[in-house]
């Protein structure tokens, strides 16, 4: 929930190239006539579009019978589709969102967030002082580790000594908590960290050094046993936490059985878990190649994945008859990224040009369909802190864009290209390809600013060397993704201040850094919205990036499967225990 954003960034670079997009606004049938029990409890519509609560847009399955008899037959056993995980089931060390969706449920967390993206109590509940400088956390009664001992607060100190280690090297960042005393532990001589007190077995005290708004999201951990994964834990060793890593301990819904890299993960019921046994003896995470995702569905090999929301793929899911759909939108963006230290993208105009001559529209429309949106501002339409108002819209407009080249001294020579200073106007735009955004978005671009006497030429990569590139800042054009997180600031402040770790585009305005500050330092979320909202505003008239398009996620799943629930911002994982098999 917290750290993680410059791996989600990269998942979602891959993942937000599956075919969906969709907003709050889109139309649907939001009858609540029928039985049939949704992910929120709602009840929905047998026929088309059922509800459209926290951002989720249902279509429930129209003829359950069609289950085919593969899936019937699994009585007491859920599979999920998986593209496949690190084998690192350790959220500490988890390498990417799919490690996390195993990770997610071995494991519990002392914070969680509810359907909206808000922080609310997981394993323990918490108490926050009025300053907001104290953080009490007690461990929920009932809590116990799969051999059966209870967790206990050295638990949860434990895990935030191992993310504060000096030797740690997994990818959460501890720095955002701003706990006391953390400085002089991870990088100083220190043996103990001053804010991480245990106050009684089930009792912990987090004191920081200032109060922040996203605080209580970067204080997520999950309860890692000390006994089986610190017994001989040292600072600046971490080496025997890792190598427990692949054989997990934990106190989550389902223990680990067994784990065959490229195939499935086995996992079974916990029957001592604190929020009640799960209805589902035996889950399986098993591996589906990318594309395959609504096809194993359909035939009965799997039960629940994220397919591709192609409009075909609609249309197939709903005609099986017995996959009901969940369609939501997706906390991410794609984008073009510029180097904007580039002499011809160093000018504001420059990039605004670009932007107004890019008919995003027309490619979100033939990539997604319905099922996308155009996207101005770096931020999801379900979030709290979303708003465009007074935004630029940069509607294509060729002439516009002429007028802004030309201002910005890039005028036509006598060949009809761009020129200045002696130069023309080249841009080398890296991507991946086949690709289903690229490979529809290349030529639009390639024809839109040949118009303005702009040649752009394109280098195909695979994504390791995209990535690659991108992260040392080698790139002069691009297409990328970056995730978002429930809270604006890591979304923002990781992408967008000046030597951010995900500012591959070479961004620097001091506005932008002071606002980023101000915004991780209130507390108050009414005061926070409007520091945000001057914050989107320098973005979109700045365009570090041309913001391209928001999608949507298109969870499926064979009906039979019950109490299923997810949101753009709670993942099915957290409430998996409450999962059924019907007829």
């Not at 993942?15 to 709050?24: F, H, R, Y």
């Not at 949704?38 to 459209?52: D, L, P, V």
């Not at 035996?282 to 994220?306: C, H």
């Not at 075909?312 to 984008?335: E, H, L, P, S, V």
Request: aromatic share 12%.
């Amino acid at each position: 929930m917290k750290k993680k954003l410059a791996i989600l960034s990269i998942v979602l670079s891959i993942i937000l190239t599956i075919p969906a997009c969709t907003s709050k606004s889109e139309p649907g049938d939001t009858s609540e006539s029928s039985s049939l029990s949704t992910s929120t409890g709602t009840k929905a519509s047998q026929t088309g579009f059922g509800y459209k609560k926290y951002g989720v847009e249902y279509t429930a399955a129209t003829d359950v019978g069609k289950s085919p008899k593969v899936a019937t037959d699994r009585k007491d056993t859920l599979v999920i589709g998986l593209p496949d995980t690190t084998g690192i089931f350790n959220y500490l060390y988890g390498d990417n969102a799919y490690d996390w969706y195993a990770i997610y449920t071995m494991f519990d967390f002392n914070i969680e967030v509810d359907f909206d993206g808000k922080a609310i109590p997981g394993a323990t509940d918490y108490k926050v002082s009025d300053d907001g400088l104290t953080y009490t956390f007690k461990i929920k009664d009932g809590v116990k580790f799969w051999d059966g001992n209870p967790a206990t607060a050295s638990d949860l100190e434990f895990a935030y000594y191992l993310e504060a280690d000096p030797k740690y090297d997994g990818p959460s960042d501890i720095s955002k908590t701003f706990i006391k005393g953390l400085d002089a532990y991870k990088n100083g001589s220190a043996d103990k960290i001053e804010g991480i007190k245990v106050i009684d077995d089930k009792t912990l005290q987090i004191t920081v050094d200032k109060a922040s708004g996203p605080a209580i999201y970067a204080l997520q951990v999950p309860l890692l046993e000390k006994k089986y994964y610190g017994a001989d834990f040292k600072k600046g060793d971490t080496a025997k936490v890792k190598e427990k890593n692949g054989a997990p301990m934990g106190t989550g819904q389902y223990k680990f059985v067994d784990y065959k890299a490229g195939q499935e993960l086995k996992l079974v019921a916990n029957e001592s878990y604190f929020k009640g046994a799960p209805k589902i003896k035996n889950l399986i995470f098993s591996v589906t190649p990318t594309g395959q995702e609504l096809q194993r569905v359909m035939a009965g090999e799997t039960d629940i994945d994220m397919a591709d929301v192609s409009p075909d793929n609609m249309k197939a899911a709903k005609d099986a008859g017995f996959i009901d759909i969940y369609r939501f939108a997706t906390n991410g963006y794609g984008y073009v990224g510029l180097n904007d230290a580039d002499p011809k993208f160093s000018d504001v105009k420059v990039r605004q040009a670009l932007m107004y001559a890019l008919n995003r529209a027309a490619v979100v429309e033939k990539v997604y369909g319905e099922y996308a949106r155009v996207v101005n501002i770096p931020e999801s339409n379900v979030s709290w802190a979303y708003d465009d108002e007074g935004c630029n819209t940069y509607e294509y407009n060729l002439d516009k864009a002429g007028q802004l080249l030309d201002e910005a001294g890039w005028k036509l020579n006598s060949n009809g290209k761009r020129e200045k200073d002696g130069k023309e106007f080249k841009i080398k735009f890296s991507c991946m390809s086949p690709h289903p955004v690229t490979d529809i978005m290349v030529p639009v671009m390639k024809d839109d600013y040949a118009k303005l006497g702009i040649d752009v030429t394109v280098e195909n990569l695979d994504w390791p060397t995209l990535q690659q590139k991108a992260t040392k800042k080698q790139l002069e054009a691009y297409f990328m993704a970056n995730g978002l997180t429930p809270d604006p600031d890591n979304s923002l402040a990781n992408a967008y201040k000046s030597n951010a770790t995900q500012n591959y585009y070479n961004y620097k305005n001091d506005e932008v850094d002071k606002l980023c500050e101000e915004g991780l330092n209130e507390i108050s979320t009414e005061k926070r919205k409007p520091i945000y909202k001057e914050l989107y505003k320098i973005l979109n008239n700045d365009l570090p990036v041309l913001f391209v398009y928001q999608r949507s996620d298109m969870w499926v799943a064979n009906s039979r499967i019950k109490n299923y629930e997810l949101s753009s911002f709670r993942d099915f994982f957290y409430n998996l225990y409450k999962a059924e098999i019907g007829k």
